[in-house]
């Protein structure tokens, strides 16, 4: 008989996976957006940044889950935001998560508050 992990090391191990995909594409995201713009990369502001989209891509990652995303999706959807980035992630999430619990949309001038 084979050894299997159990079921919860297997739910713990894509959560690692998919937070590290989307710090990654962040951190490249971020060094290609510079370079791009023809600026020098600052890699302590590169990390952070892949830091952050590590922790939006983990949001992500459990949001596909809650919806039953597919596998292939859901890395899809992660790496994604990554790519895009934490500020439009978040918006993103933010947006979806008040219309499930029935919040009001936001206001621009709300957020400055």
Request: aromatic share 10%; glycine share 8%.
């Amino acid at each position: 008989m084979p050894i299997t992990p159990p079921p919860d090391l297997n739910a713990w191990l894509d959560n690692l996976m998919h937070t590290l995909f989307a710090a990654f594409v962040g951190f490249m995201a971020h060094v290609f957006r510079t370079l791009e713009s023809k600026k020098k990369v600052k890699i302590a502001l590169s990390i952070v940044h892949g830091i952050c989209s590590g922790i939006v891509g983990f949001m992500v990652g459990q949001l596909c889950k809650y919806y039953g995303a597919q596998p292939e999706l859901t890395w899809l959807i992660v790496g994604l935001a990554g790519w895009v980035g934490p500020e439009i992630t978040i918006h993103l999430l933010e947006t979806s998560v008040r219309s499930k619990l029935g919040f009001p949309k936001r206001n621009d001038s709300d957020a400055s508050s």
